[in-house]
């Protein structure tokens, strides 16, 4: 079996969606164990090939990527011209699996791709106008794939209902961890005991609301803020106790979650919330969200607080530090079912079966 896989995301910082076409991409890998052939592609501008590159290093697979000086612009219109054929670039295939950032067209082989979320479409406030426009046609066109791969079961139910994509095409295939994400190893020391935020500064991540809850706590723990800038109001972060990170490589992180008392994830909503299974396999107590999007993120092994209440925020804080042996513990149990090796299966079999 060819399989043909788009990797435009990894043309920027990695972040969330980045994270998993890497991770799903080699987990797949290490389940085709060299039986399958697996060639990964995008447009992309010349930096954006750089970082593919080093992103993908040491993965065996063909890599073919077109530089373009507006990259962006070109995966639009070949979306919507709908010619010509992925087929051109890339030679025959049996299944072509592409992300969120372009739906290119194809004469044959089986029609594949991923859908992390559908904030933009049902919380269009909360990413900016390119967003938008860029999902709207993505999401116009998922119910003509013969499979729909998904990061939950909540976005799955979300996907059948919105994008009326029927229950037998979807598959979920949660994501994993990367090595580096363990209980061993340095722990990061920024001088006080701190919580620690890890997400780009944007609405949705309610950066905010967790300003509020921190500020009765000041005394007792530093806010650590990690994250690169997104786009909206941004919260004043020039206060006394508040650590401000900016971008924080993928190395870095675990690092990080290590040396914090608590790790703070009070986003309005997720496709999965891949971050809270990060810091339980690093051995920190985590603080949640309770909207139901990150239910199977957090397990039972979360305290779960109202994302709007900077009051129950704060208390779970609290609560977390004082549950902390217990919430470890869970939060290392919880964490071990969730592997690339295992997502790499769910892609490979779901292939198989389409064929």
């Known amino acids: ?3 043909a896989w788009d990797v435009s995301p990894l043309s920027h910082a990695r972040t969330g969606i980045g994270n998993y076409v890497r991770g799903s991409l080699a987990g797949l890998l290490e389940a085709a164990a060299g039986e399958h052939e697996l060639v990964a592609f995008a447009p992309t501008r010349l930096r954006g090939r750089r ?3 080093e992103a993908l290093a040491g993965l065996p697979l063909e890599l073919r990527t077109v530089v373009l000086p507006w990259s962006h612009a070109f995966r639009m219109g070949w979306s919507r011209l ?4 992925a087929e051109r670039l890339l030679g025959r295939f049996d299944v072509l699996h592409f992300s969120d950032w372009l739906v290119p067209p194809q004469r044959s082989g089986v029609r594949s791709t991923m859908v992390h979320d559908l904030v933009p479409l049902l919380h269009p406030e909360w990413v900016t106008g390119r967003t938008r426009s860029m999902h709207r046609y993505k999401y116009a066109r998922t119910a003509e794939c013969d499979l729909v791969f998904v990061n939950s079961a909540y976005t799955g139910r979300d996907v059948e209902e919105h994008l009326r994509v029927p229950a037998e095409r979807i598959r979920v295939a949660h ?3 990367d090595e580096g994400f363990t209980a061993e190893g340095e722990r990061a020391s920024l001088g006080r005991p701190y919580v620690l935020s890890l997400a780009t500064l944007e609405p949705r991540k309610n950066l905010g609301t967790l300003l509020e809850a ?3 706590l000041a005394g007792e723990l530093a806010l650590a803020v990690a994250g690169a800038a997104g786009w909206g109001d941004q919260p004043d972060l020039d206060v006394p106790g508040i650590l401000r990170l900016g971008f924080v490589g993928r190395e870095e ?3 990080l979650m290590r040396g914090a008392s608590v790790f703070a994830y009070p986003s309005r909503f997720e496709g ?9 396999a690093c051995g920190v107590p985590v603080v949640a969200s309770a909207h139901p999007s990150m239910d199977e993120a957090c397990g039972d092994a979360a305290v779960r607080v109202d994302p709007d209440d900077p009051e129950s925020i704060g208390a779970g804080i609290r609560a977390a530090v004082e549950r902390r042996e217990e919430l470890i513990a869970a939060g290392l149990a919880h964490a071990r079912q969730f592997t690339w090796p295992r997502c790499g299966e769910i892609h490979l079999r779901a292939f198989e079966e389409a064929l």
């Open 1 to 3: 079996m060819r399989i």
């Open 175 to 177: 994501p994993g961890l």
């Open 51 to 53: 970082l593919i590159r």
């Open 214 to 216: 921190w500020r009765p």
């Open 272 to 280: 999965f919330g891949m971050p809270i299974v990060e810091a339980m």
């Open 253 to 255: 992180v675990p690092r």
């Open 82 to 85: 709908g010619r010509p054929p």
